[in-house]
């Protein structure tokens, strides 16, 4: 490379110093003669003095133009010769042909034609040579491991700051005891497992838990994310897997966490179109790096996912993951703990008693209760209090599971129709609860995209549903439609919602349930996607005759209760009109006011009229055409209340 640059050079200054001009040799000219042609007009105006003495007389040093003995001679080149005097000088001046110039040596000549090339070639090496260098820097680190390695001194947890997730704890502190003594689980002959997969949730605390691990073992923590490993290039994921276990075993004994390891690890050869080269390159190597004939000793990886349904079958097997632990939603001591690990932020008043939020937030999970005591901060913040008090988390509470009070205004017609169709599912599930989930609050302000909401709290966590509860959670959806038929005599679209769910929870009790003379045969698994990594051809457990009596079952169930529903509105007629008119009036009534009506015929209690919000203050009027459809509740399975 060096000879390439020194070539070059040469090239260009070999290329510098010739000239047509010097191919011929110059005539050499007395100062006399010069100074007579170019009086007579005999020089061509491109010649200069050079003037390297300071004294009498100055050497004309070089070859200064080219001149003529008489008008019919061609211009030759000349150099001149002899000493200038002051007198020669003046008449050259005179003639306006020459000009005087500073002296030039042998160096300062070079230096002049030499450092414009080195400037030129030092500017093309930063903008090309340096970049190439870059480009090449970048292309061997391509396939190095993007792991971060989390700094012990900071933000380091403990398992004092996770909670509501003892049964995982008490499984992942023997690898804690195993980093800090190995000694002790080895000359049992134990072996650790390699691999703990912690499964769960959105929300449960899977990562924070791993980094509760790190922090309470005190050993090099690798972070790093499975959507990390996959590029576009095929064999890069593959090298940053090899490489991340390289860096592990330099730092042995350590931790690995891999979140959302269900990015790389998926199932391979299926789903539409087959596999991904890249990805199960990738995988291949995750799984000869975890246990192949090189085994990695002391490096333990920890994996989460929220997925794992979709994780090939090799990655679960023992000697890879050994383990897996279930983060579940937290119950309610758990809700309890969590909300005092998060309240130790947050400046709470007296009267905030953090067993009653637990007990009113089923089927939230960590992150949400974090969020909610938040919301609670925020909210009593903008009214200008120095500590949060009871009444901000119950609005934070509301306005995250069931959305932001809109005060938008309503015509009498749309407050009447929402007033009844409320009124009908707070009648109905009053009449038919059971005691485990009473109303919590009937209101007919708009929240999130429904322009009212009946609230459920169920007294304690509910982790199976009976045949009668469904039946009559099926009834209080359809109390709103009943209630608008019955006295507007017309029906709306606000039901929407409670048909799509009436809906999901017959298709359940007949499909997986079993809870229809069809009998305890599962007929809802067959519903899988090809498209997130499942076979592309399944089989159809289903024969028509058998899909029609699906059907005719799910219509005979909600028919059934269409009826039981009507019978108890009709009936209790005089307190639906009562819990009407006492929504228009006040807007929200609790559910202690509807039980009330039913007993009494009228409230006795006080309703505590809560005053609009400064950030909700009414917006500009809408049509009765742009009623919004009432949201889907949530899914089965989650005890989180759920706005009709």
Known sequence: MLIFWLALVAAVLALLYYTPSMSSQPEVLQIQEVVERSENGNIKPKTGIIRPDVGVGRDWHTITGESRKDATTPFTPFRAAGRVTDANMMRLQQSKLFSEQPSQTLLTTIAAQVIPFVLIIGLLYFLFVRQLRQAGRGALSFGKSRAKLLTRDRDKLTFGDVAGCDEAKEEVSEVVEFLKDPKKFTKMGGRIPKGILMVGPPGTGKTLLAKAVAGEADVPFFSISGSDFVEMFVGVGASRVRDMFEQGRKSAPCLIFIDEI??????????????????????????????????????????????????????????????????????????????????????????????????????LSGAELANLLNEAALLAARRSKKKVEMIDVDDAREKVQFGRERRRLMDDEEKKLTAYHEAGH???????????????????????????????????????????????????????????????????????????????????????????????????????????????????????????KIDEE???????????????????????????????????????????????????????????????????????????????????????????
């Open 262 to 363: 269900d990015a790389v690890g998926r199932q391979r050869g299926a789903g539409l179109g087959g596999g991904n080269d890249e990805r199960e390159q990738t995988l291949n190597s995750l799984l000869v790096e975890m246990d192949g004939f090189d085994t990695t000793e002391g490096v333990i990886i920890i994996a989460a996912t929220n997925r794992p349904d979709v994780l090939d079958s090799a990655l679960l097997r023992p000697g890879r993951f050994d383990r897996q632990i279930y983060v579940d939603l937290p119950d309610l001591v758990g809700r309890e703990q969590i909300l005092r690990v998060h309240a130790k932020k947050v400046s709470l008043a007296e009267n905030v008693d953090l067993s009653v939020i637990a007990r009113g937030t089923p089927g």
């Open 426 to 548: 707070a009648l109905i599930q009053a009449v038919l609860d059971d005691g485990h989930m009473p109303v919590h609050k009937v209101t007919i302000i708009p929240r999130g995209r429904s322009l009212g909401s009946t609230m459920f709290i169920p007294k304690k966590d509910i982790l199976t549903h009976a045949k009668k509860r469904m039946l009559s959670q099926i009834a209080m959806g359809l109390g709103g439609r009943i209630a608008e038929e019955l006295v507007l005599g017309d029906v709306s679209s606000g039901a929407a919602g409670d048909i799509k769910q009436i809906t999901k929870i017959a298709r359940h009790m007949v499909c997986d349930w079993g809870m229809s003379p069809l009998g305890p045969v599962a007929y809802g698994d067959n519903h899988d996607t090809v498209f997130l990594g499942r076979d592309i051809t399944r089989n159809e457990n289903l024969s028509e005759e058998t899909a029609r």
């Open 554 to 644: 799910i219509h005979r169930i909600i028919d059934t209760e269409y009826q039981r529903a009507t019978k108890i509105v009709t009936d209790h007629r005089a307190a639906l009109d009562k819990i009407a008119e006492a929504l228009l009036e006040h807007e929200t009534i609790d559910g202690k006011h509807v039980l009330e009506i039913l007993e009494f015929g009228e409230i006795r209690s006080p309703i505590v009229v809560t005053p609009p919000k400064p950030d909700n203050k009414p917006s500009g009027g809408t049509k009765a055409t742009d009623k919004v459809v009432a949201p889907e509740p949530p899914p089965l399975g989650q005890s989180a209340p759920t706005p009709a």
